[in-house]
C-alpha cells in the first residue's frame, strides 16, 4: 500500500475533511483517516502530477538525448516504511516484507523491479541475533525476487523510541515501452482477477500477537509477485489495472480503483478463494476478510477478450496458481464497489473508516 | 551519511571485528562502531558491487537498446532514514533535513538529483501543527533544490514506539556520462577543497536539547548544495571524490576517503574555518569540531591544476562562500589522515570509536 494514493479524493470519491489535532492509529489503516491526512495535511506539501496520480509507485520519464532522436525511459519508484508488529510472524518476517512489499508496488505499475534501498531504525538493546535473522531473510527474498539492494542506512535511537527495528525499502524498475498500467485506466466491461486466496497475512500476524486465542496454522501469504506480473505481461497488453491488496484489503483495493477510475465494480463475493481456516478465524474475530491486508496476492483489471490467457498464464506460476476471475468493472455507480452475496443480494463494499489493524505492514 | 561506507573495511583500513549481542546507541555514530555492525551484520547480507563501492549513493547504468547503438543512463540512489532529536532546531527542523540530507548524498556522485519519495513513521498522538509545518518545510528545501517528490507513504505507531516522526528520504538522480566521482579516485598531489565552516549542525542541535547550558545564537547549516556541485562540474572534469562531512564529521569524511582510495590525506588544521562562537561551544563541551556533523557542506577532492578554478566558481555560490583549500592527498600512510596543527606538529586524526552526539540526523 502505497504512494499516497491522492486520487481518491477525486470529484467522485470526495473524502469528508475532519479535523484532527493528533495523529490517531487509523490514520496508518489506510482507510478513510488515512485519505483524510494525506489529503488535508500531505497534499498541500507534495502537490505535483507524479504523486497526484495516486498509483502504486510513481512513474518518472528520463529523457536521453541521443544523436536525431531522443530516448525515453519509464522507472517505477515506490517506497514504503514497515512497522509491523511483532517482528516475526507465520511465513515471515519484518524483513522480508520489506523486500516483498515494495518489489510488488513497483510491479504494480507494470515495471520489472530491478533495485531497492534499505533504511533501517534500530532501537537501543535490539538484539543482534534477530537483525541478523531479519537480514538473512531480505538476503533470500531479495535472491527470490531477483533485485539487488544497492544503498543502505542505519540509524539507532534509545530504548524506548521504537520498537526492536522499523525498515524503509524503496524500489526502482523499468517499464516497458508497451505498457501503460494505472488505477485510473478501469473500463467497463473489463473483467476483475485475483490472484489467490485472501486474508491470510493479516491474520497470520495477529496469530503471532495472541490475538487469536488459538494456534490456527494459517501463514503469511508474503511473497514476491514480479514474476506473476511477468508471466501476465507477455500474453497480453491490455492489463489495464494492477494492484497488490495489502492494508486495508481486497475491499480497499478495489474501492481505489473504483474512484480512481470513475467507473462502478461489481463483485461476486462466493467466486473470492478463502482459505477455510482464515474463514473460521475471521468469523470468531468478527473481521470481514475482504478488509485483512495480503502481501502476496494482486488485483488485475483486464479486458474481457484477454481474460483468460491472462488467467491460464498466471495460473502456470505458482504466486497465481488459485487465480480467480472474482468480477467485473461496471458504468455506474461511479466510485462504488458493489458486492453480489451468495443469497444473491447486493451490498455496498465500502472503504473503512477508521483503524482496521493497527502495524500489519 | 549514507550508504553504509562497506569499502572503509578494506585491506587497508581493516576494523577489528567486535562481537556485539545488542544495537548500541554507537552502533548510530557513524564511526567505528557503525562500521563494525555494517561489516558483521550487513555485508553478509548484501554483498553487491554497488553497495561495496561505499559512495554516498549506488550507482546503477541501465542500457537502454536502441537502433544500431545503445543508450546507457548512470543514476545515483541515495537512501537515509532521519531520526534527529529534537525535532526542530535552530536553523532547521527533521522536513528540512531530510529534503538536504538525500538531496546531498546524491549530488555527492556529481549527480543532478531529480526526484525523492518520502516515507513517514509517525508517532500516535504527534500534533498534527507540527506535521504541518514539517511538511511545509519538505516543501520549501525541495524548491530549494529543485526537485519533486513523487512518492510517499504513512505508517503511525503507538504513543511511546517512535518519537513524534521519523522520515525517510529515497533520492534518485542523473550522473552526467563525462563524470566519475567516487569515494576510491583519490590521488596523492589533489587537493581538498571544504565548502565552509564545520560544526554548526551538530551544535545547533545540541543547543536545541539543552546541553549547552546557554543560547549560543549558532544556527544549523543544513542547506541543498546540489547547485554548488552543478557550479564545480561546470569548471572542471578533474573532481576526483564529493562527499558530505555529515554523521561523524570531517575528521569520519577524510577517512573514508582515506581508506577507499588507499592514500593520506594532509590537513593544515588552521585552514579549517570554524566561527568563533561554534569553537567556543566545543571547547566547552570538550567536543572536537572536526567530529561534528554537518548539514550543509561539502568536501572536494580535485587536481591541483583544477583547484583554483573550482574554489573561485563555488564562492560565487552561497552555499560555497567561504570555500577553502585545507590540505592536500599524500601517498603515505596509506588510510591515515594527519593534521598539521597551529603548533607546526603532526597528529593522527582518527575515525572515532563510539557514540559521538546520537540522533543529530
Not at 538484539?127 to 538476503?139: F, G, R, V
Amino acid at each position: 500500500m502505497n504512494n499516497h494514493r491522492l486520487s481518491i479524493q477525486g470529484a467522485v470519491c470526495p473524502i469528508p475533511l475532519q479535523h484532527d489535532d493528533q495523529v490517531l492509529l487509523g490514520h496508518g489503516s489506510g482507510g478513510k483517516l488515512s485519505q483524510n491526512l494525506i489529503q488535508k495535511t500531505f497534499y498541500p506539501a507534495f502537490d505535483n502530477p507524479y504523486l497526484l496520480a495516486g498509483d502504486d509507485a510513481g512513474v518518472i520519464q528520463l529523457e536521453i538525448p541521443g544523436i536525431g532522436d531522443t530516448t525515453k525511459l519509464k522507472l517505477a519508484i515506490s517506497t514504503d516504511s514497515h512497522v509491523v508488529a511483532p517482528l516475526f510472524f507465520p511465513g515471515g518476517d519484518i524483513g522480508r516484507l520489506a523486500i516483498c512489499g515494495t518489489v510488488n508496488d513497483v510491479a504494480m505499475m507494470g515495471a520489472q523491479p530491478l533495485y531497492l534501498t534499505a533504511g533501517f531504525i534500530l532501537e537501543e538493546g535490539f538484539a543482534i541475533s534477530d537483525l541478523e535473522k531479519i537480514l538473512a531473510s531480505m538476503h533470500y527474498a531479495a535472491a527470490e525476487a531477483g533485485i539487488l539492494v544497492i544503498a543502505g542506512d542505519t540509524k539507532v535511537v534509545q530504548k524506548g523510541k521504537a520498537d526492536g527495528v522499523y525498515i524503509n525499502t524503496t524500489g526502482i524498475g523499468l517499464i516497458p515501452a508497451n505498457v501503460d498500467i494505472h488505477g485510473s485506466n478501469a473500463r467497463p466491461g473489463d473483467l476483475v482477477i485475483l490472484s489467490g486466496v485472501i486474508a491470510e497475512h493479516g491474520i497470520a500476524v495477529l496469530q503471532a500477537r495472541g490475538e487469536l486465542g488459538f494456534t490456527s496454522g494459517i501463514v503469511s501469504d508474503v511473497q514476491p509477485v514480479n514474476h506473476l506480473v511477468s508471466a501476465m505481461l507477455a500474453v497480453s497488453h491490455q492489463i489495464h489495472v494492477l494492484r497488490d491488496p495489502t492494508r486495508g484489503g481486497l475491499a480497499t483495493t478495489l474501492n481505489e480503483i473504483a474512484c480512481q477510475s470513475e467507473v462502478g465494480i461489481m463483485i461476486h463475493e462466493q467466486s473470492i478463494p478463502i482459505a477455510s481456516a482464515v474463514m473460521a478465524a475471521c468469523e470468531m474475530l468478527g473481521f470481514d476478510p475482504l478488509y485483512i491486508a495480503n502481501e502476496g496476492k494482486l488485483v488485475a483489471i483486464i479486458s474481457a477478450e484477454d481474460a483468460q490467457a491472462v488467467l491460464s498464464a498466471m495460473r502456470l506460476i505458482p504466486a497465481g496458481k488459485d487465480a480467480v476471475i472474482i468480477g467485473e468493472v461496471i458504468a455506474t455507480p461511479k466510485g462504488r464497489v458493489l458486492g453480489k452475496t451468495i443469497l444473491g443480494t447486493t451490498r455496498v463494499i465500502d472503504i473503512p473508516s477508521g483503524e482496521i489493524l493497527p502495524r500489519i505492514c
